[in-house]
């Protein structure tokens, strides 16, 4: 096995976690890959990977190491993708927030990969802005304004934002028509994860927009927490209406004050500026400019 099948090995088994599976996908004996692996260690002159009975984890020379080998590697890829009719090929690592991949992505991701057979897809679940160059990640769909000048980011739309609460806590407060009616409620705190601050509600008016932060009993950092505290009761949230569509046609959440809603919400499509394009990044970007 050359070098650079060794080093595709080595990045697989770092993402499986395991080389019996590796060994299955690729159809290689184990060891096979145990004696790749271990070439690359006694080259480099490094342990590369911890080995247990149950799993299999690179060490901190491993993780540099494998950070080094994806940019290799994409660089390769896209040496031969110039020479072979510009069909894109290879893994491509992105990262989603699993509301959004689930809503928008995965619906028509079948229809993507066979249109574009070449491609491997690793989604990562997640709702910040990682270090797309360190953590080895191509692309990020996020909501919301970057805040990393190191990244470029390019719209795919905005999303309609909503105020809502469950039937059971508006039975016990009342339901808001007013901003002064909100001084005798509450809301569920959604913690930014940029800046570790809860973030206010918004409301659009005639004078302007309004941010109103009200006691928050309550406050997470996760999407999929804020609803469900919400249909518990807890207090009042805003969300994009897509995510919150299901909630409200099964009766769990109600929309109120929809005169006053939120600001639209941005969703984009980040990269890091010091990245090389790659044509399967370009190609999933050109997809879900046209999907959203």
């Not at 020479?83 to 927030?97: D, N, Y």
């Not at 079948?110 to 910040?128: H, K, M, Y």
């Not at 600001?263 to 399967?280: E, Q």
Request: glycine letters at 8%.
């Amino acid at each position: 096995m050359d070098r650079l099948d060794a080093m595709d090995v080595f990045t697989r088994i770092v993402e499986a976690r395991s080389f019996t599976k590796v060994a299955a996908d690729i159809g290689l004996p184990r060891s096979t890959l145990s004696d790749a692996v271990r070439g690359l260690e006694d080259r480099l002159g490094v342990t590369l990977l911890h080995r247990t009975t149950r799993v299999v984890r690179p060490t901190s020379d491993g993780r540099a190491f494998y950070q080094r080998c994806l940019a290799i590697l994409s660089e390769v890829e896209d040496a031969e993708n110039a020479f072979s009719g510009s069909t894109p090929k290879g893994k491509l690592r992105i990262e989603v927030h699993g509301i959004l991949a689930r809503h928008f992505l995965l619906p028509a991701l079948p229809t993507f990969l066979s249109a574009n057979p070449g491609l491997e897809i690793l989604i990562r679940e997640g709702d910040r802005l990682a270090d797309l160059l360190r953590e080895g990640v191509d692309c990020a769909l996020r909501v919301g304004a970057p805040v990393d000048s190191d990244m470029i980011g390019r719209k795919l739309a905005d999303l309609e934002e909503i105020t809502c609460a469950s039937p059971g806590y508006l039975k016990e407060y009342g339901t808001p028509q007013t901003l002064d009616d909100l001084r005798n409620h509450q809301m569920i705190g959604f913690q930014s994860t940029a800046t570790g601050a809860v973030m206010p509600l918004e409301f659009q008016t005639t004078d302007g927009l309004k941010k109103m932060l009200l006691p928050a009993p309550v406050v997470v950092n996760g999407a999929d927490t804020l609803a469900h505290c919400a249909r518990l009761g807890l207090g009042l949230i805003q969300k994009p209406r897509y995510s919150a569509a299901e909630d409200i046609a099964k009766g769990h959440l109600v929309e109120v004050m929809s005169h006053m809603p939120p600001s639209p919400s941005p969703v984009s499509v980040f990269y890091t500026r010091d990245r090389h394009l790659s044509l399967r990044v370009r190609t999933f970007i050109d997809w879900a400019v046209t999907l959203f």
